[in-house]
């Protein structure tokens, strides 16, 4: 069975704000390249991510803190660490039409 695509106009005011919210939230490169390190339900820690994107362990969190704030993320406690993951495996989908939107070739 084909599922239908959603047409904008079908979704209701707070969907729409939702989404809106999450697309700015997501609108920055750095959180893209986080939702990059984050695809295929890969959990990893602020730690993880600072030293994988070579970027302070303050500026991690804060476009962490952001990303979960608006639904983007969600993050679970695990000992003295936090690990971070992609609330909806679809925000996936975004980071990969974002890519191919951008491609020039």
Avoid: W
Avoid at 8 to 25: G, H, P, S
């Amino acid at each position: 069975m084909i599922q239908e695509k959603m047409k904008i106009t079908e979704l209701q005011t707070e969907q729409l704000e939702l989404a809106a919210n999450m697309l700015k939230a997501i609108a920055h490169p750095m959180r893209m390249a986080i939702l990059g390190l984050l695809e295929d339900g890969k959990k990893l820690s602020v730690t993880e991510i600072h030293e994988l994107l070579n970027i302070e362990q303050s500026t991690t969190s804060h476009h962490l803190g952001i990303l979960k704030d608006k639904g983007v993320l969600c993050s679970k406690r695990e000992g003295k660490n936090t690990f971070y993951s992609l609330k909806s495996q679809n925000l996936q989908n975004i980071v990969e039409c974002l890519s191919k939107c951008t491609d020039c070739n």
